[in-house]
């Protein structure tokens, strides 16, 4: 008798009991840890609780199940597969609650400035663009002018002993250097997953015909390209290498890592648009050394500082360095150029040549519209609600007097 009133552990154990007669019996024993209750036996002796499993017909042993709470649900095939779809839903609506980004629209600033005559009155008052074909084309024009500066350079590796535009051109590798040189001039980008629209690529095809890697460099208010000519395929068909001279003949400047041994000529690569070149030739593998030069053009040598002394550059600060003279030099070219050809003006950056854009399309809208110029700027005002509406749906109905808010012109 226990004056606590808990109940004593009583420890269980299976004993497999002897095989006779062909019939397997099994003895569940008991095992008394408090010493026998009113019966012979040494205490914490095993003492047998005189019953035996019952067997089925067929004489083998009932199996011995477990309790429902001991099962484990995640065992199923099932379950398991429910969960792995929902941990995917999961992610997919918090990378689109991600992308989801929160704002104002555009169309709902345009109608707030406008009707509360904030965007200017008079010649100021925003025209709307008509859907004739010629004003179409022009705003396709504007659209590709990029609200960001853009480069474009040409990045040249000269073996050994090479001294032609062919063997330069042909080269699809080079040194160890060169290529740490390459790693450190900006970002590797496969070809065929460039946004075009985003990336300014400088002519590049994206379907594999240019390769498939290409070098870009960026900032806040510039984009760079490099059309290197060992990343370009070099193909049995052009022996003369003329697709990778289609664009680095068009560069006005090219960075030449030059191992040949010999000093570079300008005119190695014939071209009409290679101004400047920015070459660098290693000075030794132990000293980690490069000499950094600029070679251009006589018109050009007050601009970009052309046939200075060689500068002697660490590894290390290479590509910085020559990647900021290679932008000056570019944009040096850019400004003799546009003074050099009709109509001679002055080059500015894409911003202004943007809003140059803008008003010469407001000129040809003013042109276009039979109104008299006086009864435009008079006070009437239009109603572009139905505007922001389709532009809201789409675009779905363009054939309609009417069009996209990207029309409007301030």
């Known amino acids: 008798m226990f004056g606590l009133g808990r109940a004593p552990c009583v420890p269980y154990c299976n004993c497999v009991g002897e095989v006779a007669g062909g019939e397997f019996r099994r003895t569940l024993y008991k095992k008394n840890s408090v010493g026998s209750l009113g019966g012979s036996g040494s205490p914490g002796s095993p003492r047998p609780m005189s019953h035996d499993l019952e067997d089925d017909e067929d004489g083998s042993p009932k199996p011995m199940r477990r309790g429902r709470g001991h099962t484990i ?7 398991r ?4 779809r929902a941990a995917v839903a999961a992610r997919k609506i918090s990378n689109q609650q991600k992308e989801n980004k929160g704002g104002i629209s555009p169309s709902f600033v345009f109608l707030q400035l ?20 010629e004003m179409q084309r022009a705003l396709r024009v504007l659209d590709l002018i990029q609200p960001q500066e853009t480069h474009k350079i040409g990045v040249l590796y000269i073996a050994p002993g090479q001294t032609n535009e062919q063997q330069i051109l042909s080269n699809t590798c080079g040194s160890l250097r060169y290529m740490h040189f390459l790693q450190g001039l900006g970002s590797v980008l496969e070809l065929s997953e460039v946004v075009q629209e985003e990336i ?11 390769g498939s890697l ?5 900032d806040d208010v510039m984009q760079v390209v490099f059309h290197v000519a060992t990343l370009m395929p070099t193909r049995e ?67 970009v500082g052309g046939n200075a002394e060689a500068r002697l550059v660490s590894d290390t600060n290479l590509p910085i360095l020559v990647r900021q003279l290679a932008l000056h030099a570019d944009l040096a070219s850019m400004i003799w150029e546009s003074l050099k050809r009709p109509p001679k003006t002055p080059y500015a950056s894409n ?3 943007r809003l140059r854009k803008i008003r010469k399309i407001r000129q040809m809208v003013l042109k276009c519209d039979d ?25 779905k109905d363009k054939g309609r007097s009417g069009g996209s808010f990207h029309q409007f012109l301030s």
Not at 73 to 79: I, L, T, W, Y
Not at 123 to 131: D, F, K, N, S
């Open 114 to 133: 406008y009707y509360h005559g904030n965007l200017g009155s008079g010649p100021e008052r925003p025209l709307l663009v008509p859907q004739a074909p």
């Open 237 to 303: 068909s052009d022996p003369k290498c003329n697709g990778k001279k289609r664009h680095i003949g068009n560069d006005y400047v090219t960075i030449v890592y030059n191992e040949s041994g010999h000093p570079y000529n300008i005119n190695t690569i014939k071209g009409q648009f290679n101004h400047t070149v920015v070459e660098v030739v290693p000075q030794g593998e132990d000293h980690s050394t490069n000499s950094v030069g600029v070679l251009c053009k006589p018109e050009l040598s007050d601009f």
């Open 214 to 218: 290409v070098y870009i460099w960026h």
């Open 351 to 353: 911003w202004l040549e």
């Open 81 to 84: 597969k429910l969960q792995v």
């Open 371 to 395: 109104r008299p110029q006086e009864q435009e700027t008079s006070g009437s005002s239009f109603d572009f609600t139905d505007m922001i509406e389709q532009d809201k749906t789409g675009d």
């Open 73 to 79: 649900s995640d065992m199923n095939p099932a379950s």
């Open 200 to 210: 300014f690529l400088g002519g590049l095809d994206v379907k594999g015909i240019d």
